[in-house]
């Protein structure tokens, strides 16, 4: 009976330590690499990569390709380029788009469309294979996020309707806005202080509201009155020569600024 009553208790603890090593080894079990996979960083998990980018891409027979491209969120594009010269030529076009397996690359619905990376605030126009560019002008192929753009500079005002303004004010300062990450606006008039807000949208549409300036009197208001009179106007940018411009509704030109520095 004692040596029945032995090989219960040897059994039980074979059975007990056999439990508890099979639990450590299921703990310890290497993960399935397609879960390692999934869990990664990559661009379309890790970035705000929906927005509208902007760039001039090299072109065999042009001055350049001006190329602008808004990607959203639900997997729509729009892309709008124009071939610069004496006779500047624009095309659009949209469709759907999927990201590649590795969540870097956006691959068009149109076929014959390069596809393009996605990175911090940029996307990289790929050749047909999917490669980076490479040579003196891979940096050209780079476009970049337009809201970045605006923010972060001081835009003096230039020209109204592409004609160079003249300041009269005897005391008032450079007119010029400035954009701020928070979707607000600051920026003085050539005599008052304004403030507000702005909007963008897709295919760099721009809208500002909220205006409001001091009520300082100057010797010549013509230039802060058309200077309000452009901004509750606007409904678009664009970037040309390193210049903002903006356009109005019917996409004529209202106003035109240039960074300060």
């Not at 050209?140 to 809201?147: E, M, P, R, S």
Request: proline share 3%; net charge negative.
């Amino acid at each position: 009976m004692k040596s029945t009553l032995i090989n219960s208790l040897g059994l039980t603890l074979l059975l007990v330590v056999w439990s508890c090593n099979s639990g450590t080894k299921k703990e310890t079990q290497p993960m399935d690499p397609s879960q390692m996979e999934a869990k990664a960083d990559n661009s379309q998990n890790s970035l705000d990569w929906a927005g509208t980018y902007e760039g001039v891409v090299p072109c065999a027979s042009c001055e350049g390709i001006k190329t602008v491209v808004t990607i959203n969120d639900d997997n729509t594009y729009l892309v709008k380029e124009t071939y610069l010269g004496n006779e500047p030529t624009s095309f659009e076009s949209k469709g759907t788009f999927k990201w590649d397996d590795q969540g870097q690359k956006l691959l068009l619905s149109d076929s014959d469309r390069h596809p393009y990376f996605v990175g911090e605030n940029t996307l990289t126009l790929l050749d047909a294979d999917g490669n980076r560019p490479t040579g003196e002008l891979k940096s050209a192929y780079v476009l970049k996020k337009v809201t970045d753009q605006l923010v972060g500079e001081k835009w003096h005002l230039v020209a109204f309707r592409g004609d160079e303004i003249q300041l009269k004010e005897a005391k008032g300062g450079h007119p010029f806005v400035e954009f701020n990450d928070d979707f607000t606006i600051h920026g003085n008039t050539g005599c008052n202080d304004l403030q507000g807000a702005y909007e963008v949208g897709d295919a760099l549409k721009l809208k500002f509201s909220k205006l409001i300036n001091t009520l300082k009197s100057c010797p010549e208001m013509e230039t802060e009155n058309e200077f309000i009179k452009t901004m509750n106007a606007t409904r678009s940018y664009a970037f040309e020569k390193r210049a903002l411009v903006m356009y109005d509704e019917n996409h004529q030109k209202l106003a035109t600024f240039k960074a300060a520095n």
